[in-house]
Structure formats: structure tokens, C-alpha cells
């Protein structure tokens, strides 16, 4: 079984503007649709709740591990796939994976990949579900900030 999840996404929009809209907490907040509690930092804890439509009352939680100007953003988030009672009885999901953003020029746009990675660290039969539900999440998050970015 595959342990990681790769989207990749042309944007027409230079390298710079995709990477302010990963990078400031209140733009990636808008297309990602979460309320960040503070700007991202390395070795930091980046908090808050999610803003999509029925998700209002799930928890943001992630570290920040990678800020590469231009060319790298990584975090690492609990691997719960949205499983509403992990993340409300506040169960503590041992397992977390990693999401790295990757900015490549693309003429003159940007070829961003976004990588999960780790899913080998997570029991069955949650691996299974939190790796069907993120693959979901990650084509719509690609096409979130596409959109964002270009308008």
C-alpha cells in the first residue's frame, strides 16, 4: 500500500504570489478554509478551527516543520482523516503526517506539488480511511488554491 498521497497543480501565477498565499497564515486560511490562530513559524504549534461548511467545529492543529522561501512549506498535522470523534473527545492521535508544498517556475506560472507522506505509521483500518478522505481533500485543497491564486 502506498504511504504517501502527491497532487500536483499548474498555476498561472508566478512563484512569489503562490508562495505568499502558502505562506501567510490569513491567505492559506482563505483557500484552505481554516481560521488560523497566528502566522506560521518554524518549530512552531500552528492552531485554530476549520471554516468549510459543516467542518466549522473541527480543530486546526499542525507543526510547522519547513519555511523555505520559494521553494519548500511543510507541516506535520494528526493523521485523523476528519474523523469528527478523534479530533472532539480529544483523543491524541499518536500518529502524524507530513505535508510539504514544493514551488516550481513553470514558464510563467508555478508547478506546485503537494506531498503527504507517513501513512506507513498509521494502524489499519484507519490508514485505509485517512488516506481515502485526505486524497479527496487534496484534489479539492489543489484546485482551492489554484483558483485562489489565479483570481
Excluded at 40 to 45: D, P
Excluded at 83 to 104: H, I, P, S, Y
Aim: charge should be negative; aromatic fraction near 12%; proline fraction near 6%.
Amino acid at each position: 500500500m502506498p504511504d504517501s498521497i502527491t497532487k500536483i497543480v499548474e498555476i498561472a501565477a508566478p512563484v512569489e504570489r503562490v508562495w505568499d498565499a502558502l505562506i501567510d497564515h490569513e491567505k492559506f486560511g482563505a483557500w484552505f478554509c481554516v481560521a488560523l490562530d497566528q502566522p506560521f513559524a518554524v518549530g512552531g504549534a500552528s492552531t485554530g478551527h476549520m471554516t468549510y461548511p459543516g467542518y466549522e467545529d473541527y480543530r486546526w492543529e499542525a507543526r510547522v516543520i519547513a519555511i523555505e522561501p520559494m521553494r519548500r512549506f511543510s507541516f506535520e498535522w494528526p493523521a485523523t482523516g476528519g474523523d469528527k470523534q478523534l479530533m472532539e473527545n480529544g483523543t491524541r492521535v499518536a500518529e502524524w503526517t507530513l505535508v510539504e508544498f514544493l514551488l516550481e517556475p513553470a514558464g510563467e506560472g508555478t508547478l506546485l506539488t503537494v506531498i503527504e507522506s507517513g501513512f506507513d505509521k498509521v494502524p489499519e483500518p484507519r490508514r485505509s480511511n485517512v488516506m481515502r478522505s485526505n486524497d479527496g481533500g487534496w484534489t479539492e485543497q489543489v484546485e482551492n488554491i489554484r483558483r485562489y491564486v489565479e483570481h
